[in-house]
């Protein structure tokens, strides 16, 4: 791979002094040339971003290059990579010899999995640089599920979180096909086995494990009242997601997380490797919803999956809530989204998206089947009834038909940074 001299690089425009935090050194992207400003100015489009270049090299106008940026002097410039014969390498039909090229220079396998990773990260242009590709490509060969690896590397990159084996690991739990509710039954089991055959003091996860399971996120008024919110804050608690949420109010004293116990509890039972296996990989999957979460002075997102428990039906939720925050730091409930994703017993995989804005509720409900669309307005005047109780207006009540089904409701889970994977759920009844 050809690194051109400085005369054949680019250098960002003032105006884009906050993107340059975003950019990494060494980091490869495909950019459009969209049109030519001014004298050596040009508008180029990467990852949905618009950014102004200054340019000593004549490009062709709608044509798309493979750049490297580097940092220089507190500025970064991008690089066209060239051949070997120093011909600047376009997409699509150069996409296979810059991949044999990054192969060759990050000295990773040239295997089949390798260069699959590669094409999707390019063609998807997710950013990464040569030391986190080696990394990437150290630990999914050791992942049985490399769909779902891949899949683990596009939220961890489109997301920005340091690529790491704890992250990695973090973020491919989540994604993992065994729901929660599966995991904790299976630990709980596990760990009634080993308390009745060894003197270990294993009762306190035990019975976190059980509030856990028996816990139910969606009562009657979920979104409004303030039980819904000590409800949803003490379910935060328990499983330990409370460092990146700790505006949120709750009434109940500090307890000890479930985070925080399996952690107690894995050198004792690092012997048993099917019970230490399953704790880690629970260990995981909240370190990945710590990872998906956010928490700065104006917004907040919060990602929870949990076990949900209607009637005898046991499965999981994943709740989705991003808000804004009010002058004293505390979440704006007049201003939030919500987002419910489940696969329901009957009607199959559905996503509920509720936004608030001044108190105004929209209700758009993802699913297949048309005939929810009967069900949704007969339940409207009661949902209105109940919301406007609490000072809320429902302005709408919606339902969406996927044109595809699966891959549809997988459209719309990615535009929100989170992959639909086998989300077990019940129906629910208003």
Not at 260 to 284: A, C, G, M, T
Not at 327 to 342: A, M, Q, S, T
Not at 356 to 365: D, P, S
Request: charged fraction near 20%.
């Amino acid at each position: 791979m050809k690194i051109p001299s400085s005369k054949e690089s680019f250098s960002l425009t003032k105006n884009n002094e906050v993107s340059l935090k975003s950019i990494k050194n060494g980091q490869l992207f495909i950019g459009k040339v969209l049109k030519e400003v001014s004298n050596q100015t040009v508008l180029i489009q990467t990852n949905g971003h618009q950014l102004l270049a200054q340019s000593e090299m004549k490009l062709e106008i709608n044509k798309r290059y493979i750049f490297q940026a580097f940092h220089k002097d507190q500025k970064i410039y991008f690089k066209m990579i060239k051949d070997n014969k120093s011909k600047p390498l376009n997409t699509l039909q150069d996409t296979n010899t810059l991949i044999g090229q990054i192969i060759s220079t990050s000295k990773i396998n040239n295997s089949k999995l390798n260069r699959q990773l590669l094409s999707i990260m390019l063609n998807e242009n997710l950013p990464f640089t040569e030391n986190e590709l080696k990394h990437i490509a150290r630990w999914i060969e050791y992942k049985n599920d490399h769909f779902r690896a891949i899949e683990s590397i596009k939220l961890i990159t489109t997301n920005a979180i340091p690529i790491n084996n704890d992250s990695l690991d973090g973020i491919y739990s989540i994604l993992n096909k065994e729901s929660m509710s599966t995991q904790l039954l299976k630990l709980q089991n596990q760990l009634i086995v080993q308390t009745a055959s060894k003197d270990s003091n294993l009762g306190s996860l035990i019975s976190t494990i059980s509030k856990i399971l028996n816990f139910n996120p969606i009562p009657k008024h979920f979104l409004t009242g303030e039980n819904s919110a000590v409800q949803f804050t003490d379910l935060l608690k328990t499983l330990g997601l409370m460092t990146n949420t700790h505006n949120m109010q709750g009434s109940n004293p500090p307890i000890e997380s479930l985070k925080q116990q399996l952690n107690s509890v894995l050198w004792e039972l690092q012997d048993n490797k099917p019970l230490s296996e399953n704790i880690k990989q629970l260990i995981q999957r909240i370190y990945g919803m710590e990872l998906l979460s956010q928490d700065n002075e104006y917004l907040q997102q919060i990602l929870v999956q949990t076990p949900i428990k209607l009637g005898d039906f046991l499965s999981d939720l994943t709740i989705q809530w991003s808000g804004q925050k009010d002058k004293e730091g505390k979440i704006n409930v007049d201003h939030c989204h919500i987002l419910f994703y489940l696969q329901l017993q009957h009607i199959g995989e559905t996503v509920i998206d509720l936004r608030i804005q001044n108190r105004v509720i929209n209700v758009l409900v993802y699913n297949k089947f048309s005939q929810l669309l009967g069900v949704l307005e007969q339940l409207k005047p009661s949902l209105k009834e109940n919301l406007e109780q609490y000072g809320y207006t429902l302005s709408a009540v919606k339902l969406t038909i996927p044109k595809n089904n699966h891959q549809g409701l997988k459209a719309i889970l990615s535009t929100n940074q989170l992959y639909s994977t086998n989300f077990n759920g019940v129906d629910l009844r208003v």
